[in-house]
């Protein structure tokens, strides 16, 4: 059974940084493109980063040059490394599995984690 599992949100001031951590189990995920979706209240859940199978990195345009996404294959864990927060980044982060990406735009993940909630303050 596979199981996403995120933590690391927190309240952070605006221009502050966080780093998310989701962990898998169930089965490797070397072989599977991992990546980062977020909700914020009364939106849609939007793409962030994804890690693909093939070890490149695709990034939503709001976050180049602020976010990192990495992960260890050793752990089977994918992290989110987020600098210069804005309050508008206030959402639930979702961390995802097994999706295709078409270009910047990804495919519906297989799996999904519960969220990790991330509080970006003015």
């Known amino acids: 059974q596979v199981q996403l599992v995120e933590s690391g949100g927190r309240l952070v001031q605006a221009g502050g940084s966080l780093r998310l951590s989701c962990a898998a189990s169930?089965?490797?995920?070397?072989?599977?493109?991992m990546g980062w979706f977020r909700q914020a209240p009364g939106k849609e859940r939007e793409f962030v980063a994804a890690?693909?199978?093939?070890?490149?990195?695709i990034y939503a345009d709001s976050v180049k040059g602020r976010f990192t996404i990495s992960r260890d294959n050793a752990k089977n864990t994918v992290y989110l490394q987020m600098n210069s927060l804005k309050p508008e980044e206030t959402a639930v982060y979702y961390c995802?599995?097994?999706?295709?990406?078409?270009?910047?735009?990804?495919?519906?993940?297989?799996?999904w984690g519960q969220g990790t909630q991330v509080t970006v303050s003015s």
């Open positions: 995802a599995s097994d999706f295709a990406m078409v270009g910047n735009r990804p495919l519906r993940p297989a799996y």
């Open positions: 169930g089965r490797t995920f070397s072989s599977s493109t």
């Open positions: 890690d693909t199978w093939s070890g490149g990195t």
